[in-house]
């Protein structure tokens, strides 16, 4: 059977204007058993459709970037980063598609801010004026040290994946989910009570967003390879039904 093929939305840098990705997304989905697609930021619907007729799932990845705040009714704070309308923009049709089409879904740290918008939630636009008791989220260097430990709720797909009730993870956000979208639960917490995950409460969907960054050493850390293996067996089980229908 072919492999499943994963879609990845990658980033926009203003200054030279090319579109890029770290290369660990990719890395980690074709170890897992897929082919990694990349999706140029190219906001127009009926471009994004045609890309998703190939595609058993989305990855969506983190950012340089924030999500615009007038995409959730809110003026922007003082704190918050650049926006780049061109990521947004694809990322929300990348998601309509998802859901008009049942695919499963990984978001990670942007991508989970991302998704929860489009569900009709909103932001913390920054932890640290807005929240100023909270725990240190952007640790800096080095990347892949776990600095912050996040508590699994009880039953969730990430305990299950995890095995345990909490996790150590590494942390490089500025922004949070302040108000859950749509068909959404919150699935893990850090001790300053910020939601670290969330989860599509419908039980036919895999679908699934966190805070921090498994693809940063995922090859180092059980928990990483078990997520995104979880979320490339879905896709198979996709692409496999698709084939013999």
């Not at 345990?164 to 108000?179: I, R």
């Not at 995922?218 to 089980?237: C, R």
Request: proline content about 5%.
């Amino acid at each position: 059977m072919p492999r499943p093929v994963i879609g990845i939305t990658m980033r926009h840098e203003l200054e030279s204007e090319r579109f890029y990705l770290a290369r660990a997304y990719s890395e980690v989905v074709e170890a897992a058993g897929a082919a990694p697609l990349l999706i140029p930021l190219i906001p127009r619907a009926e471009y994004v459709r045609a890309v998703f007729e190939r595609l058993d799932g989305l990855l969506l990845p983190g950012s340089a970037s924030d999500v615009d705040p007038l995409l959730y009714g809110r003026e922007p704070q003082r704190c918050l980063g650049s926006v780049h309308p061109l990521k947004d923009q694809t990322d929300l049709l990348a998601l309509a598609e998802v859901e008009r089409r049942n695919l499963p879904l990984l978001a990670i740290c942007f991508g989970l801010q991302v998704w929860n918008v489009s569900r009709g939630g909103t932001l913390i636009q920054d932890i640290a004026s807005e929240t100023p008791e909270a725990i240190k989220h952007e640790q800096g260097q080095p990347r892949d040290r776990r600095s912050h430990r996040v508590r699994l709720l009880e039953g969730s797909g990430l305990a299950e994946i995890a095995g345990s009730q909490s996790l150590d993870v590494n942390s490089h956000h500025h922004q949070a989910v302040e108000t859950i979208g749509r068909h959404l639960r919150a699935t893990s917490w850090t001790t300053d009570g910020l939601i670290e995950s969330l989860e599509d409460t419908r039980s036919e969907r895999w679908a699934i967003g966190v805070q921090w960054h498994p693809e940063i050493a995922w090859e180092k850390d059980q928990f990483s390879t078990n997520l995104f293996q979880g979320f490339i067996n879905v896709a198979a089980q996709r692409r496999l039904k698709q084939c013999l229908s």
